[in-house]
């Protein structure tokens, strides 16, 4: 069964406006979140990693306040997206770390009109 | 420098023939990780094999094989009996440090391999 979920898997709205996007560690706690983004046809690029109780960890040129991280629990990250433009579509998925593997959530795929 | 090289934009291959995707890797760390992933068009990333710095044998999963040449820094999947459901993009990854050290660490991904498997 899935060790991640993301919830939604597609969302379209207006520009503008802010979009939250949620991760769920289903198996165990994760104290670390991994949140990527892919453009189409392009490879997953590292965008920040979620602490939890902590700031997150943004990658260069990443906008913070763009991009704001909530990681309240062992078991849950959001990344909203805040006044969304048309330039942020893309597809955002986020993974946590297990024992010897990265399990990654089936992504949400976010269109901005 | 590119951490991860995947140098090979498209594959074709005939069903049931193998195939061998390319991926070179450039790190100091002595530990490390070596993952292939699959991505259909569905955009899901789909975990195939996992190869440590200190594995001494090549990781195998089923049709999957990963050729593991340290001393090259190349990390070449096989997929051998090749099939319509392999097309898809396919992932190099790399995780520098141990997993036993405790701490998560982020993957760093090749630009991926677009593989197209022909009836």
């Known amino acids: 069964g899935a060790v991640v979920s993301q919830h939604p898997s597609r969302v379209i709205c207006k520009s503008g406006t802010s979009v939250k996007i949620e991760c769920r560690s289903l198996?165990?706690?994760?104290?670390?979140m991994f949140w990527y983004r892919q453009f189409p046809k392009q490879s997953l690029m590292l965008m920040a990693t979620?602490?939890?109780?902590?700031?997150?960890?943004?990658e260069q040129g990443v906008e913070k306040d763009k991009f704001l991280i909530n990681h309240a629990s062992l078991t849950l990250s959001t990344l909203t997206v805040t006044s969304a433009h048309p330039e942020d579509s893309s597809f955002y998925i986020c993974?946590?770390?297990?024992?010897?593997?990265?399990?990654f959530g089936p992504g949400t795929r976010l269109t901005v009109t | 420098a590119q951490k991860i090289t995947q140098t090979q934009p498209g594959m074709f291959v005939q069903e049931k023939e193998a195939v061998t995707l390319d991926c070179t890797y450039d790190t100091s760390d002595q530990s490390y990780g070596l993952f292939w992933y699959k991505q259909p068009s569905s955009g899901e990333m789909i975990f195939l094999i996992y190869q440590g710095s200190y594995d001494e044998q090549n990781a195998t999963e089923g049709r999957y094989s990963l050729n593991f040449q340290k001393a090259r820094k190349s990390a070449n999947l096989v997929i051998s009996a090749s099939q319509l459901g392999d097309s898809a993009m396919y992932f190099c990854?790399?995780?520098?440090?141990?997993?036993?050290?405790?701490?998560?660490?982020?993957?760093?991904f090749g630009s991926g391999t677009q593989l197209t498997v022909l009836p």
């Open positions: 993974s946590v770390q297990g024992a010897h593997e990265q399990y």
């Open positions: 198996d165990f706690q994760a104290t670390t």
């Open positions: 979620s602490n939890e109780g902590s700031k997150a960890t943004y």
């Open positions: 990854a790399m995780r520098e440090g141990s997993f036993s050290s405790g701490s998560a660490r982020q993957l760093t």
